[in-house]
């Protein structure tokens, strides 16, 4: 099945105002969209008959440290029907620093959302439980941010006396 | 200034979250006693440095929440501030039970991402050290399941396989453990035919040796009473909640990278994908051990198929050339210079790769700007998303089945903690 | 001990006793191993039927600190974790040695970044430092004929009088 057809079209007549750009690098496809739509889009593509993108393999973010859309929000998915792997990217920006999560649809995406909340402080709407994932709950800033040091901040973490 | 603080109490926001948590457990004669307990990061059961923090009812598990990030050494920021090579050695110390497969599949992603393949040679001898390794972790798991559920005589025994694997690594490439076999374009040495006809010995004498280790356990009441039934996870759970790799299959889909995106020459090799149906603890015990018999067919076919040829790329701007034509050729002495110093630059762009972990699916996202240095780095961990069934796994169990489930998961805390 | 405190010169008698119950000591050291990372499944790998540890004196690999001497920490602390590698530091009866094993402890090792502690000795006194990534297990077991040299060449008055510890106090860095 040629699948880098028949996703965007299929797409494009579910969600009459969605606007893709698709590409394809090294035999991925892409697409990406407003993030408003993420949370139909991930249903759509989960309950379809013909798709059936059952599993969530990971969702992450990338910091593009411009002022504009400075992050974007990227989903992999993969239907075990068919062995075809999808990626979506969402751009969110700094002011409006929120996403509809994905939690509902796949529940892989629990831990993996609350690991992005953690690390670069993208907050998921509808969340059951977003805490941080490997930083201790006191820690007040967001590692893989590029604004955030490779050493750390000093006195952001502590230590016990000797 | 001091303060006197108790740092490692229980943080408010875990308690909160334990309380809220959705437990449909009835319980005829309830106790009225719950309590929240800590089974820490120290323990000799939970496989590294997990903490789980559970409420009991006597000793029956209502909730658990699993709390994360005692090893998180900051992998993913590291990664964006050296080059592809450099990155090597610290993706040995990710599954630091199988370290070739995580080389194996680091490699593999930046080959998909920089558009080059090794020769067949190196990737067949990829596919051995791969499935080595997936021996080498499935005999720790077994036996350290063994250890947690009481029968400490296999933990010696399995151990003492693993030290044979160990021997061939150290003849291999010079290092019994952490070892950064494979590089950016092939395998850092040719195998050495000690290394081949040991590899050959091991197998052939591993079958009687696992034997004995199966009529031991197998039929022992002890054993199978305190693992049959425990934990189970229906197909469509196991899928919801993102398992992959032998948890998946022991609970009845039959999904597996190598078949599902083959990747080295898989799809020429002949061999099963093991599955079983009941998807509680002792499935996942007996899959591994019939995964291990699957990776000694698997190695034995390789052995016979393996070429004769070249194991590096020659391909001068992307893979780093022999260190006996660094001293003597110009040419090769600039480009050793250039992708030392500024890194492979591979084209704009992004790509994601995944293998067939012996945990599950070990998958590199790359974003990269043409600079020597990716731009993000994710690495796609497969213990971290079986943690998270945890909680549901535990629930209604008694704290001794808790050890078993998380032995039978099988978490390694390096790769989950990034 | 009453005896040795009534024995505080150094007669024949003090002397002869100090090195029976130095002997005594470093021939049965319990290790508890603090095993953390990688370096925890070389640990593992010591107590196997090829590198045994238990020939050495070591028999059982207890988990809980109340029954230790040596505590082996093997694998790379973060700041998160090394509260709770103090908290077990401090529950383990006097006397007690340390092994830093591996380059994380010694020094951070190759994890030089905002989450790993660049060497334990910023928060535990550290008797034997060992190098290595991880060490192979013959190394270790250098690290505990070292440790049991050091044990024998120590008085039983040392370990007498010694102030407790203050418990969970945070430094200020």
């Not at chain 2, 004769?308 to 050793?336: A, F, Q, W």
Request: proline share 6%; glycine share 6%; with cysteine.
């Amino acid at each position: 099945m040629n699948f880098k057809e028949i996703i965007p079209q299929k797409l494009k007549e579910k969600f009459p105002e969605l606007d893709i750009e698709v590409s394809d690098f090294r035999n991925d496809l892409t697409l990406k969209f407003d993030k408003k739509f993420i949370r139909d889009v991930s249903f759509f593509l989960k309950e379809d008959e013909e798709l059936q993108f059952n599993f969530c393999e990971d969702v992450t973010a990338i910091d593009w440290a411009v002022r504009k859309n400075r992050f974007t929000v990227v989903y992999h998915i993969f239907s075990m029907k068919h062995n075809f792997r999808l990626r979506l990217k969402c751009d969110v920006d700094e002011s409006d620093l929120t996403i509809d999560t994905v939690s509902s649809v796949w529940k892989t995406a629990n831990w993996l959302e609350r690991e992005t909340y953690d690390m670069y402080g993208v907050k998921f709407n509808n969340h059951p439980d977003l805490r941080r994932m490997y930083m201790p709950e006191e820690f007040e800033y967001h590692p893989l941010r590029k604004d955030f040091p490779l050493m750390g901040i000093p006195g952001s973490l502590s230590l016990p006396r000797k | 200034m001091e303060r006197i603080q108790l740092p490692d109490d229980v943080h408010p926001k875990i308690i909160q979250a334990l309380l809220d948590m959705e437990t449909d457990i009835k319980i005829e004669d309830v106790l009225d006693n719950e309590m929240i307990l800590n089974m820490g990061p120290q323990h000799p059961a939970t496989h590294g440095v997990l903490r789980l923090v559970l409420r009991l009812d006597g000793e029956t598990v209502m909730a658990c929440v699993p709390e994360l990030g005692y090893l998180h050494r900051g992998y993913e920021k590291m990664a964006e501030n050296m080059s592809y090579y450099e990155f090597i050695p610290h993706t040995d110390r990710l599954d630091y039970i199988a370290p070739m497969s995580n080389n194996v599949a680091w490699v593999l992603a930046v080959e998909k991402l920089a558009g080059i393949e090794a020769p067949p040679r190196a990737q067949y001898i990829r596919m051995m050290i791969a499935e080595l390794a997936r021996m080498a972790s499935h005999l720790v798991a077994i036996g350290s399941l063994a250890m947690d559920v009481g029968a400490l005589t296999i933990f010696l025994w399995t151990l003492r396989e693993r030290e044979k694997i160990l021997d061939v690594w150290d003849i291999l490439c010079g290092a019994r453990f952490t070892n950064s076999y494979t590089r950016i374009g092939g395998v850092a040495n040719d195998a050495q035919p000690e290394a081949l006809a040991k590899v050959k010995w091991f197998i052939d004498q591993y079958e009687e040796n696992i034997e004995e280790v199966e009529k031991l356990i197998n039929t022992n009441r002890i054993f199978v009473d305190r693992m049959d039934g425990v934990g189970v996870i229906s197909k469509e759970d196991a899928i919801q909640i993102g398992f992959t790799g032998p948890n998946l299959r022991a609970s009845g889909a039959a999904f597996d990278l190598r078949r599902a995106t083959p990747y080295l020459f898989y799809n020429e090799i002949d061999f099963e994908v093991p599955t079983y149906t009941q998807g509680d603890c002792l499935a996942r015990y007996f899959l591994r051990v019939d995964e291990t018999r699957e990776s000694a067919k698997i190695i034995r076919q390789v052995l016979d198929k393996m070429p004769r040829g070249e194991t590096i790329l020659n391909s001068p701007k992307k893979v780093l050339p022999h260190k006996s034509e660094i001293y003597s050729s110009m040419e090769e002495l600039i480009h050793d210079f250039m992708i030392v110093n500024f890194g492979i630059n591979p084209p704009v762009g992004e790509s994601y790769h995944a293998i067939e972990n012996p945990k599950g699916e070990l998958g590199f996202y790359f974003v990269s700007k043409g600079e020597g240095h990716p731009w993000k780095c994710k690495i796609r961990s497969p213990s971290m998303v079986n943690i998270q069934a945890i909680p549901l796994l535990v629930k209604g169990q008694m704290i001794s089945d808790v050890v078993a489930i998380v032995g039978s998961i099988d978490p390694i805390m390096g790769e989950a903690d990034k | 001990m009453g005896l040795e405190a009534k024995l505080k010169q150094e007669g024949f008698f003090a002397t002869k006793l100090d090195a029976i119950i130095a002997w005594s000591r470093k021939n049965s050291v319990w290790p508890m191993p603090m095993g953390i990372s990688c370096c925890a499944i070389e640990m593992m790998a010591v107590g196997d039927p090829k590198y045994d540890i238990a020939r050495f004196g070591s028999e059982v690999m207890r988990f809980t600190p109340r029954q230790c001497d040596l505590m082996i920490v093997a694998g790379t602390v973060t700041y998160k974790m090394s509260h709770v590698v103090k908290k077990i530091y401090d529950q383990m009866p006097d006397p007690k040695w340390v092994i830093a094993m591996g380059a994380c402890t010694s020094s951070g090792g190759m994890y030089r970044s905002y989450s790993v502690v660049q060497g334990i000795d910023q928060f535990l006194p550290v008797d034997i430092y060992l190098a290595g990534c991880p060490p192979r297990p013959d190394n270790l077991l250098n690290a505990l004929i070292q440790i049991q040299e050091k044990i024998g060449r120590t008085k039983a008055s040392d370990f007498q009088n010694k102030p407790l510890p203050e418990l969970n106090v945070i430094q200020n860095n």
